[in-house]
């Protein structure tokens, strides 16, 4: 097959490449096995980019330091203590890892550490098949204990061991097989689902951040809606992010409601789209992606029912980016993730009351001010949230976003808008007040700020007027 002719010629230059090739003489040289493991052999043979190198052998974490450190231009230990070496050599980075046989006690959430004696003891503790294939070094001999090869080829997730062994092992090996399915367009093995299904309580055992780094890297593969779906229909979102599923809400088709679990990872799809077209080369922008996927969670909370069974979901809006505040806490997301989705989230409906009546300049004034350094992903998170089939109507809010950015870019070159200040400081405010620092200064300030808002720049005389009659008319 030409697929495999066209990985082997990609994986014999590879071995050929300096680096790796030094590494293969020195530790042969040392009488010593070492082979090419895991994600870049698989890649290799799925013809996606080989972005890293790492390996496998039968010496212990202190031989490898005294074999790499007269050919690395730089070596580090932090991952020693789960047998893991890291290194530079001749400009490449790698990684090289003892044989291991972990071992569970079924309470830590970490594995005990045990090294093992052989490959092919090591290829069967891994996550998946077609990640336990090695190519071993210099000889180029592809090792494949599990199948991996087979499995390869049919596009199926299957677990080395059985799956109810493997997944209980290592509980986040479930949420790894929800991600791959995403990032390598893999079916999930009939015998794993099940049994994720079965064991899916055991992910609560996984620390948070273990679970959030999984989270992250499924919404940063290029297509997330396969693993998303998976995450959901088995049951695990319903333990680790419990408002996705509440998302499929019970449907009337007579009144044509919104499958808004579907329009969420529509709105996901959309919002993808848009980030690389605008930044085709920028890494994959997960704030923006967990406020798409987010945006609609608190319609569970605020659904209503009116006359004629209409539905509302008045403030979920401001529902949503609670509760979206929340569960990014509990999965430990960093404060500034935290409180960027939520204001995503809080200002995703704001365009609807433009695309209504228009606004004036001081309102997108206040919506550029509000969205602050948002506000970039804040128009692509709307525009990704017109999902209607009324052509009307989405030609009528894309020309309303159209006509938004048009004069927000306008008034940021008349204004300096992400720079903008009231005309008069703190210090000027003290002066013409007669003030001491305090509160009352802050409602001056923010009075000015209001008025520059408004009205734009009215120069420092005018402003020293109208602060005067406010201030005036504040003690009437």
Known sequence: MQQVQDALERLRALAA???????????????HELALVGGPVRDAFLGRPITDLDFTTDARPDRILELIRPIADAHWDVGRAFGTIGARVDGEQVEITTYRADAYDGLSRKPVVEFGDTIEGDLH???????????????????????????????????PSSPAVSFGDDPLRMLRAVRFTSQLGFHLDSGAFDAIVELRSRITDISAERVREELVKLLATPQPRAGIELFVETGLAELVLPELPALQLERD??????????HSIVV???AIALERERTPDAAPDVVL??????HDIGKPRTRRFGPGRKVTFYNHDVVGAKLARKRLAKLRFD??????VSRLVELHMRVYNYEGAGWTDS????????????????????RADITTRNQRRHDRLGFAIDDLERRIRDLA?????????????????MQILDLKPGPQVGEAYRFLMDLRLDEGLIGEAAAEARLREWWASRDA
């Open 289 to 294: 992606r967990l406020a798409a996927l987010l």
């Open 363 to 382: 309102a997108v004034r206040r919506f550029s001010r509000d969205a602050g350094p948002e506000l970039d992903r804040l128009l692509i998170l709307i």
């Open 413 to 429: 070159e008349q204004e300096e808008l992400d720079s903008m200040r009231p005309e008069l400081d703190g210090e000027r405010i």
């Open 125 to 159: 503790r891994r996550d998946f098949t077609v990640g336990a294939m090695a190519l071993a070094l210099p000889e180029l001999h592809l090792i494949d204990p599990t199948g991996g090869m087979d499995d390869l080829m049919q596009g199926v997730l299957r677990t």
């Open 17 to 31: 490449s300096r680096p790796v090739a030094r590494l293969a003489e020195t530790f042969r040289r040392h009488g």
């Open 268 to 270: 996901l799809e959309r």
């Open 335 to 340: 404060n500034h993730a935290i409180a960027s």
């Open 253 to 262: 088709d007579a009144h044509q409601h919104k499958d808004v679990y579907e």
